[in-house]
C-alpha cells in the first residue's frame, strides 16, 4: 500500500468511528494528565518533605523514647513506654560531650 491510501483508510475508518475514536483520544488525554498530576503531587510532596526536615541540619543527634520504626506489637510498645525520661542532669552531660556552636537542650515530656 503507499502512504496516501494509508491517510485515506485511517480517516475513513476514523470518520466511521467518530465515538470511538474520541473515547479512544480522551482516554489517552486522560491518562497523560494523570501522570503528569501524580508526577508533579509526588514532586512536591518530596519537596515539602525535604524543607520540613531541613532544618534538623547533618549534625544533630536526637534521644528518643520510642524507635523510629517501632511496630504495632504490644509488648514492644509497654517495653518502651516503660523507658525512664532523660533527667536534665542526663541531658547537659550530653551537652558538654556535644562538639560545634550549635548545641540545643530540649526537654519533652
Known amino acids: 500500500m503507499l502512504f496516501g491510501e494509508i491517510i485515506k483508510m485511517a480517516w475513513s475508518s476514523l470518520g466511521a ?12 488525554t486522560i491518562g497523560v494528565f494523570s501522570v503528569i498530576s501524580v508526577m508533579t503531587a509526588i514532586g512536591a510532596l518530596q519537596y515539602s518533605i525535604e524543607n520540613g526536615i531541613s532544618f534538623l541540619g547533618s549534625n544533630i543527634f536526637q534521644f528518643a523514647k520510642y524507635p523510629a520504626n517501632m511496630s504495632a506489637s504490644g509488648d ?3 517495653k518502651f513506654r516503660n523507658r525512664h525520661d532523660i533527667t536534665y542532669k542526663q541531658a547537659l552531660h550530653y551537652y558538654r560531650l556535644m562538639e560545634g556552636e550549635a548545641r540545643e ?3 519533652k515530656s
Open 17 to 28: 468511528n467518530k465515538l470511538r475514536s474520541v473515547l479512544t483520544m480522551l482516554g489517552i
Open 76 to 78: 514492644l510498645r509497654e
Open 105 to 107: 537542650i530540649c526537654l
